[in-house]
């Protein structure tokens, strides 16, 4: 999936964001179940940005999905998303 020309896009648009912005993008998702391959792009990518940036996942991903069930929070100390709700 990294080769994809929309995922690059939404890669280097995500790596110029501060990890507010990504928080913000991620909740913007929050409970949206419509889903495409754009979207599966968008959301790869990320999650492979907050991985790059060595943020732990594992409140939102199980290493297989990505959950958008609950909105998330960033935890500076821990460097990792608390999920919220």
Not at 52 to 77: C, E, K, Q
């Amino acid at each position: 999936m990294q080769q994809h020309i929309y995922y690059i896009r939404f890669a280097l648009r995500f790596a110029d964001m501060q990890i507010q912005e990504l928080l913000t993008v991620f909740n913007a998702q929050v409970q949206n179940r419509g889903w495409s391959s754009m979207r599966a792009y968008h959301d790869q990518a990320l999650l492979d940005e907050f991985h790059r940036r060595g943020i732990d996942t594992s409140a939102i991903n199980d290493g297989r999905a990505i959950s958008f069930a609950h909105p998330v929070r960033y935890d500076l100390p821990d460097n990792k998303l608390i999920a919220i709700g």
